[in-house]
């Protein structure tokens, strides 16, 4: 394998794989939906672009075998996309087991950050090799495009120098990441001209895109790319200013042309065969722009200028030059409109920031500062804090004038004087922070090595979080600071003896108030982010079944519903391997095969439904098929001769708590063990995995009509609403949710039930367990009254009621839940722990597991 080009910075690799992840995750749900709709250009095109943006940042990266494999999946999807080849069963299943590999090795790279990565392959050469070998017969690759794609190089272009002054590794680096981003949006780009030619937000797009690309490429010396790219957009300048905006096959071609080679330039700016390719593009865009012109050939003199000159600061002016034009160009726009859209604040933002990272490189400080209060200024702007108004359009039109002329006066003398030999201006270091590892160009600190190896030990999770939420957050600390300081006056004020003691109180309880509201708006907030929709969950789900369905020769229509709800991040990774086995179970056990459906007068296709959808403070999923159903006969039938219950238990049992069997650990219907089922774990894994989710599962089933499992899971983990209790001389805390009712009862409304206490509520006679007996507390030799009231919590779990006695009941608080300790973690009937308002510990109860005790004893 090449060497590793990321062993000195993890951080790409890691974006690399979140990435490609989520690519492989959209192309498994298209490629589900393209095998039952063949036709449809646009699923096969988003398709080819998923792999190819993995194909180019792999082979960036080094990851060769990734990229390998990327590139015959993308032929073979070029092919289908151009028609040449039809999907059939067999490229399907290539390009399925293709996608699985791909994910196979690029979660595998993970896991080898902390390690001189010699190959990605590990342990599934031999699925590697049978892959591709099935991919090469496919796409009929050639031995030469194979031994050309082994000739690969490392990527990353060496260090250049424009002028006498060196651009960093490091700001080659981003600027590869960055426009391969660009580039992926011109890809989008040009599939919706292809759609409708006249789209000029397409356009607009596509041009921000390219003009992007054109000003870096300039500033850092890559003339080829530079060059190339400003063709392209000089001839999209062109097609913007006419009315009709409309773009011809002929151009529409020659973009996608031109993009392709811009991305292998960027991949590989050495490589002469796009060097040639760009030359023959440029004559070619020169060629239509002068007759969309009529003959009028005059190019911006300024632009060829930053070409030809390799003077940094003339590359900067024009660089500089460029970002201040879309800056005006969007203020001009939103002066039309009367407002700025999310887009073109976010266009500014990125303008602004470039000019301050080029001026900053330049050792301009008046114009960074002036770029910073603009990205202070639009970060308002966007947050809500500014209202939009001619005021706003003013201030950030003066600050464009001011860096148009600072631009236009600067020189080296204002800042390259500073500089050495090709270094860039930097700060000195602070001798603090000596021995903590070395900092490189561009202010990123190296880490030493014993914290790289630390970090990449440790296995990293990330989320995507809306910027809106984050800056909600963020207003809500700035809201608290204020109100702590207010806090800290008023404790000064009474310490100095300068305020009346009722004043004081008055102000305590004004910041005291602020700081309760102010903490339960950044809970939620800090909730909401962590919020995913379920769609995340349910997208897997296609696949699963098309490939059981194969399998078993059924015929199986999946409809997902409800994907949009909200769930905990934590709650939806933990949920998926109880709704797998559930799922497999519907299709496996449940759907009929098509000819068994037809003599019961069924469509040959079964049905499988899974929905989700909020109720209180659950979240439902819903499993329905409808298949043969579950006999309960059955199951009793199974379940008694599995040993798992005595006739006499089975004599007098529900259907539903017939149904509740087959949770049992080793229950199977199965006549034989296949690798699909037949085990008798699933259906245990699905409850013990609900319970640590403090959920429920519930069945209810129809002979031949189908079967419908519930899952019942709390929203959220982190908080719960309890009510406080307490048994001997300790507080619990039981969880509002599980609590249908109190009530008080004295010692002579017990009951006697089968050597078991119990009491008559509502007309139902439920069974009563004392608190402290359930923990196993002493009570301290208290012994209650015969007329002595005891209060009593009615809890439900599950499909059970039980009635707990505490000795005290107190208040209803919401608490934060914090695991125990791994030594603590087995007690029965503890959830976890809290700290109180006081300082005070309390464990909190599982009433699941509080009325399994129950029923044990």
Do not use: W
Not at 148 to 155: L, P, V
Not at 286 to 306: P, Q, R, T, V, W
Not at 823 to 849: F, H, Q, R, V
Request: charged share 30%.
């Amino acid at each position: 394998m090449a060497a590793n080009t990321f062993a000195d910075d993890p951080s790409l690799v890691l974006e690399f794989i979140a990435e490609s992840l989520e690519h492989l995750d959209g192309i498994d749900s298209n490629l589900f939906e393209y095998e039952k709709d063949p036709n449809s250009a646009d699923l096969i095109d988003s398709i080819f672009r998923a792999i190819h943006s993995v194909k180019g940042t792999s082979g960036f990266l080094g990851l060769e075998e990734i990229n390998k494999l990327a590139h015959r999946l993308e032929t073979l999807l070029d092919q289908l996309r151009k028609g040449k080849r039809s999907p059939s069963n067999e490229i399907m299943d290539a390009l399925f087991s293709g996608c699985d590999l791909l994910r196979t090795l690029i979660e595998g790279v993970s896991h080898q950050l902390d390690e001189k990565i010699e190959s990605e392959i590990g342990e599934e050469g031999d699925k590697f090799n049978d892959i591709m070998s099935a991919l090469n017969q496919l796409t009929e690759f050639t031995e030469t495009e194979s031994k050309e794609g082994r000739k690969r190089k490392k990527s990353l272009p060496p260090k250049k120098k424009v002028g006498e002054y060196e651009i960093s590794e490091e700001m080659l680096r981003e600027f590869q990441i960055e426009s391969l981003e660009h580039l992926e949006a011109c890809d989008a780009a040009l599939i919706g001209l292809d759609k409708k030619r006249n789209d000029r937000e397409a356009i607009d797009n596509l041009f921000r895109a390219i003009h992007t690309i054109k000003g870096t490429s300039a500033y850092l010396g890559q003339e080829e790319i530079s060059k190339l790219s400003h063709s392209l957009e000089s001839i999209l300048e062109v097609v913007r200013r006419k009315n009709n905006c409309n773009i011809s096959d002929e151009l529409l071609d020659l973009s996608f042309q031109t993009v392709d080679t811009l991305r292998a330039m960027v991949n590989d700016p050495n490589e002469k065969k796009s060097r040639k390719t760009a030359k023959k593009l440029q004559q070619k865009i020169l060629s239509i722009k002068d007759k969309m012109e009529k003959g009028d050939k005059d190019e911006d003199s300024s632009d060829k200028s930053a070409f030809s000159s390799t003077d940094p600061l003339a590359i900067f002016q024009n660089a500089a030059n460029q970002h201040i034009d879309t800056i005006k160009a969007c203020v001009a726009r939103a002066g039309e409109k009367s407002g700025f859209e999310a887009s073109e604040i976010d266009m500014l933002f990125r303008a602004a920031h470039s000019l301050k990272s080029s001026a900053n490189y330049m050792g301009f400080e008046n114009m960074v500062k002036e770029c910073s209060v603009l990205e202070e200024l639009l970060d308002d702007i966007k947050g809500g804090n500014i209202p939009f108004g001619p005021a706003v359009i003013d201030m950030i039109s003066d600050t464009a004038n001011s860096l148009e002329k600072g631009v236009k006066n600067v020189s080296l003398d204002m800042g390259l004087e500073q500089v050495d030999a090709g270094k860039a201006p930097q700060s000195e270091p602070d001798k603090g922070d000596q021995g903590r590892g070395s900092v490189e160009r561009g202010g990123r600190p190296k880490p030493t090595k014993a914290a790289a190896t630390s970090q990449s030990s440790q296995q990293l999770k990330t989320m995507r979080i809306d910027q809106r939420l984050l800056d909600v957050f963020m207003n809500l600390v700035g809201e608290l600071i204020v109100s702590r300081n207010a806090l800290g006056h008023v404790l000064r004020q009474l310490i100095q003896g300068d305020v009346q003691l009722g004043e004081a109180i008055k102000g305590l309880q004004k910041a005291t108030q602020n700081i309760t509201r102010i903490s339960d708006e950044m809970q939620r907030s800090v909730m909401e982010m962590r919020m995913v929709p379920v769609r995340h969950v349910f997208q897997k789900f296609p696949r699963i079944v098309r490939d059981i369905a194969r399998k078993t020769g059924k015929n199986v229509d999946l409809i997902l519903q409800g994907e949009d709800t909200e769930i905990d991040k934590g709650i939806a990774e933990d949920i998926g391997d109880p709704l797998v086995h559930i799922v497999r179970n519907s299709v496996d056990h449940g759907i009929e095969t098509p000819d068994v459906r037809v003599k019961k007068g069924k469509p040959e296709t079964g049905t499988i439904v899974l929905k989700a959808y909020h109720e209180g403070n659950y979240i439902i999923i819903d499993v329905i098929d409808d298949g043969a159903g579950i006999d309960p006969k059955a199951v009793l039938g199974r379940a008694i001769e599995n040993g798992m219950i005595s006739r006499d238990q089975a004599d007098g049992m529900t259907k539903e708590e017939i149904f509740n069997l087959i949770f049992m650990p080793g229950f199977s219907m199965a006549k034989e063990v296949t690798d699909i089922s037949g085990r008798g774990v699933g259906m245990d894994v699905v409850r013990t995995n609900l319970a640590k989710l403090k959920g429920n599962v519930r069945v209810t089933s129809e002979i031949d009509q189908g079967t419908h499992v519930r899952l019942e899971v709390p929203l959220t983990l982190a908080l719960v609403e309890a009510m406080l209790v307490g048994a001997g001389s300790d507080i619990y805390a039981i969880p509002v949710e599980a609590i249908r009712e109190t009530v008080k009862i004295t010692t002579s409304e017990l009951n006697s039930l089968m050597k078991k206490k119990a009491i008559t509520h509502r007309g139902k006679v439920i069974g009563l367990e004392f608190l402290s007996h359930l923990l196993n507390i002493s009570q301290n030799g208290h012994k209650m009254d015969h007329d002595e009231q005891m209060p009593v919590l009615i809890v439900q779990a599950a499909n059970d009621c039980l009635g707990i006695a505490v000795d005290r009941l107190y208040r209803k608080e919401e608490i934060v839940i914090k695991p125990l300790a791994d030594y603590l973690a087995g007690l029965p009937g503890i959830a976890g722990a809290s700290i109180l308002g006081d300082g005070k510990t309390i464990l909190i109860l599982e009433p699941n597991e509080l009325v399994s005790m129950a029923t044990r004893n």
